[in-house]
C-alpha cells in the first residue's frame, strides 16, 4: 500500500483550465481563491494528468491506483476526534493521569480552545495532540512529586492564556483545598 497525501497548493488552478474554466478575460466569472467549498468541489475532479501537470512524475502517478480528496475537518467533528473514539486523545491523558491517582477534567472551554488553535494554526487533527499537551505538560511533571493532588481541571483561559491548571488538593486532614 503507499499513501501519499498533501496540500498540493496550485492544483486547483489546473483542474480549472482542464475543465475550461479559466477566469480570464472581460467576461470571466471571477471567483476567490478562498472559497473551501469551491475548491474542494474542483478537487474533486482530479485526474491522473492533473498530477502530472502538477509536477508528479509519470511513474509516480501510475502507481496511485486511486484518487481521493479529503474536506477540512469543522469544529464538531475535531471536538469528536479529541472525546469519542476508544483511544481518544482526551481518554489517554485521563488514563495517564489516572495512573497518578488523579483524575483529569477538561471543561467544554478547553476542548473548544484546543480546537479552535489547531484551526487556527492549520493543523487539522494532527495537532490536536500537541495542543492540548502544552496546556498539560508542566502538571503533567509537578504531579509525580506531589502526592496530595487530587483533581486538575484543564480550562479555557489554561488552554488560551498558558496559565496553570486548577488543582484541588487533599491536605493534611484529608480535607479538600482548592489551589
Known amino acids: 500500500m503507499f499513501i501519499c497525501g498533501g496540500t498540493f497548493e496550485g492544483l486547483e488552478s ?7 474554466k479559466n ?12 472559497n473551501k ?11 491522473p494528468e492533473d498530477l502530472i501537470k502538477y509536477g508528479l512524475i ?5 502507481r496511485l491506483h486511486i484518487v ?20 481518544a486523545i482526551v481518554k489517554q491523558y485521563k488514563k495517564i493521569f489516572e495512573l497518578e491517582g488523579v483524575e483529569l477534567n477538561l471543561t467544554p472551554g478547553a476542548l473548544e480552545a484546543i480546537v479552535e488553535e489547531s484551526i487556527k494554526r492549520k493543523i487539522g487533527a494532527r495537532g490536536l495532540r500537541s495542543i492540548m499537551e502544552d496546556s498539560i505538560l508542566e502538571i503533567m511533571y509537578q504531579i509525580p512529586s506531589e502526592k496530595n493532588i487530587e ?4 480550562t479555557e483561559e489554561v488552554v ?11 491536605n493534611e486532614n484529608m480535607k ?4
Do not use: Q
Not at 509519470?58 to 501510475?62: D, K, W
Not at 481521493?68 to 483511544?87: R, Y
Not at 483533581?151 to 484543564?154: L, Q, S, Y
Open 14 to 20: 489546473i483542474i480549472n483550465y482542464r475543465m475550461g
Open 23 to 34: 477566469n480570464i478575460g472581460f467576461k470571466a466569472d471571477i471567483k476567490s481563491k478562498n
Open 37 to 47: 467549498e469551491r475548491n474542494y468541489k474542483l478537487m474533486e475532479n482530479v485526474l
Open 58 to 62: 509519470p511513474e509516480l502517478v501510475g
Open 68 to 87: 481521493s480528496t479529503l474536506e477540512v475537518l469543522d469544529k464538531e467533528a475535531l471536538i469528536k476526534i479529541l472525546t469519542h473514539p476508544k483511544n
Open 151 to 154: 483533581r486538575c481541571t484543564i
Open 160 to 170: 488560551k492564556n498558558k496559565i496553570m491548571p486548577e488543582i484541588e488538593r487533599y
Open 176 to 179: 479538600k483545598e482548592t489551589a
